[in-house]
């Protein structure tokens, strides 16, 4: 029973983590319409910031500070804002497709400097943490499990809400005019260049975030938990759970990472003998198959946006009320 | 140096032949397509299968051409795989791209071309396995050319040298001497007066990937050749084919031959600085500083959004 | 034969779909006449030439050449027909030269090396500079390959979308000429034109075109003299009140 319940808060831990990536990336491709092509390097940013500022100091290793979790924390969230900022500072002028280029350039140079940089990141044999918030007062057991879902589900819920207050401000709405219309937007005298910006920077500091706990959690960090397959992972939670809807977002995040987990376990378990070493394969086709199938057929979502849409009836229903007034 | 210079410009060839393509589809459909560059495996691989049905079927074509490694059976093998991956470009387009160009914008176009690359490659890897392939197990080796510098060439690199010139060489006449030719460059310029003026779209489309899909196939032959085949190899092949459009000016065929060659030396040029472990990090750096020195590349024009 | 070539009926016709920008629009063009279409800014004239020549997608209403329903065809389809529409700006192919722009409308014509012969007889100026590319014309010569792209295939009905644009009065007076004389050589002729007052002495026919409708229609020359219209759709003065 202990196991079971072990297990599952194992999960939601993990699916918690990955449910406030794909907050991020939502504020980015689902409120705004960037389109981040290496999710994986902000997350890795926050990931390895955090252990480099809080880890413990190791012979011919750069970093091991031991600052305080939650500073090194903060830490490693700025790092990822930081190279936000310099990606975007550079693309988000120019066409639209840039950006993914540019990011999917920067996770595949992130990934080199995770495998070759010793001094830095340990390079292949990553990097070992540093105890684990109130680790020393609970011990590594089952209740430790039990807080550490705590910990993040307290920053699922403030990120969420923060976000939901965010979008539903003027801000949120400017936002998402900018997304539909930049002319438009432009003409209401908002700078959209600076806009984008703004929200790409934050949602890549939140994806840090969900990396920074990710280290922690492990206490441990390697070039082989900033796998590429870690973006599409994250995509597909938010097209699953519907891009511009956080509530899908986070739904998004827990149905496909129950589904990777439970076919990662139907094929250890059914897969032959012979085929093992291929089910990480069967698995990421099913990822890039839920993808296009999403795009295809039902790109909304399972949950569509709510507050875009009233958002564009109203845009809609305008012109019709002004025609009402004129007849 | 000379060592270095010389294997970037063999491997620019290589991007420069896959940029060709790259270049024509980000014009003419508007998107940046992250599955193309797996097309290069999907050529490389084909090549591999019919290069050995070849060989089997008549085991004279499976003699090597002294000095190469290459064989008479590979020769129609990768002529083969390039209507195969010509096609099978035609078809992702049927089957993703163009029904998504019906209702959505170009940003659900990247964002499908992640997904279809994803599963392309790992298509690839259940068949073929993740252990690198080679056509041929002759020891390829080398030719000295000079001692002071140092300067070691495979024939096998100089023929792919020489193979993607003829092809490029072979696409610009068409580009310059056929009315085909004459209505690709129409579309590239300017698509409403190019229908108006009797080219139908969608054909010209159907046959940029047919086009892009057969120097790719080839691109992916000749890398297999001078180094090995792997699922990853497409992966491997995005960013800098990216770089390399990038650099010649999106929509500028010759911009893209001139930004692969320039993609691959710098990339050589870079080993003599940095350890080859950052080697897949250098068409970053290339088109971060396009971007910051001339946006819209070398031959590009100014046509934002 | 009819003495009617291009009929047009009810046409509704915008790029978005609930948003036409022309609504029930009618228009008859004569065989061998040159019949101008004015009217405000946004009045939908280019869009109605766009209609036509298939690049505007239309909701309702059809179009007839010489008998045929055209109205849902392909524009590259148009030519074959002997439709022929030349756009306001961006005309020419600017990187392609002269010989490859004529060379690309006339490559599914069996007769292409003859016909190119005939074109440079009607069109001199562009013989020297066969090989060099288009973009490096002047804006008349440019109006000059245009026409001449146009002509190619021998069309029934040449569509003209402000051949005058940012052409000088003089340049313009040659190119209104020449549209009047092909329709001497058999060619019917539909033109928008902002350039009223120089376009109507060379037209058989006016329609006036006003938020997407028809407003009014008459001979050429009775429009240019009405005194209503004159302060209307002419810039306030009155024409022919010398």
Known sequence: MIGLISYIAFFATMAGIMAIAVLGLNLQWGNTGLFNGGVVAFFGMGAYGTMILGGRPEAEQFGGFELPFLIAFAGGILAAGLMAWVVGKLTLRLRHDYLAIATFGVAIAFESVTRNAEWLTGGAKGLRGFPRPFEAAIGDGFTYGLVFLALVLAVLIVVYVGLERLVRAPYGRVLRAIREDEVAARSLGKDPARMRLQAFIIGSMIMGAAGGLYVTFYAFVSPQDMAPILTFQLWAMLIVGGAGNNRGAVLGAFLIWGAWTLSGFALARYAPASMQLYAGSVQYILIGLVIVGMLLWRPQGLVPERIGKTFNDRAAKAPTNTGAHQA | ?305 | MSDTVLTIEGLEAGYVRDLPILRNVALTLRRQSLTTIIGPNGAGKSTLIKAIAGLVPVSAGRIMLDGAEITHLRPDRMGELGLAYVPQTDNIFRQLSIRENLALVMRRMPDRASRLQELLGVFPALEPKLGDRAGSLSGGQRQMLAVAMALARRPRVMLMDEPSAGLSPKITAEVLDLARGLTGQGVSILLVEQNVKQALRVSDHCYILAEGRNQLDGPAAQILSDPVVGEIYLGGKRVGAA
């Open chain 2, 1 to 305: 140096m000379i060592q270095n210079l010389v294997d970037g410009i063999l491997t620019g060839s290589i991007y420069s032949l896959a940029a060709i393509g790259m270049t024509m589809v980000m014009h003419m459909l508007r998107f940046a397509n992250f599955s193309y560059a797996e097309l290069l495996g999907i050529g490389g691989y084909a090549a591999l299968v019919f290069d050995r049905l070849f060989a089997a079927l008549v085991p004279a074509l499976g003699v090597a051409i002294e000095p190469l490694t290459l064989t008479w059976a590979l020769v129609l093998a990768m002529l083969v795989a390039m209507v195969i991956t010509g096609a099978s470009a035609v078809l992702f387009d049927w089957l993703v791209f163009k029904r998504i160009r019906a209702k959505a914008d170009a940003l659900s176009m990247v964002f499908a071309s992640f997904g279809v690359a994803l599963i392309v490659r790992n298509v690839i890897t259940l068949i073929f396995g993740h252990k690198a392939e080679l056509y041929s197990q002759d020891i390829a080796f080398a030719v000295v050319l000079s001692r002071d510098p140092m300067l070691l060439v495979k024939p096998d690199q100089i023929f792919t040298l020489v193979a993607a010139l003829v092809l490029m060489l072979a696409f610009h006449l068409v580009l310059t001497r056929t009315t085909f030719g004459y209505a690709l460059r129409a579309v590239a310029e300017n698509p409403n007066l190019s229908q108006v003026s009797g080219v139908r779209l969608s054909s010209m489309v159907t046959a940029v990937w047919m086009i892009g899909g057969g120097l790719s196939a080839a691109a992916g032959v000749f890398y297999a050749m001078t180094n090995h085949l792997s699922p990853v190899m497409g992966h491997n092949f995005v960013l800098p084919v990216f770089a390399a459009t990038i650099v010649g000016g999106i929509g500028s065929v010759y911009g893209a031959v001139l930004g692969g060659f320039i993609v691959g030396i710098a990339s050589g040029l870079a080993l003599m600085v940095l350890p080859s472990g950052y080697t897949p990090a250098m068409p970053f750096v290339i088109i971060l500083a396009v971007l910051l020195v001339r946006p819209h590349g070398l031959f590009g024009e100014d046509r934002d959004a």
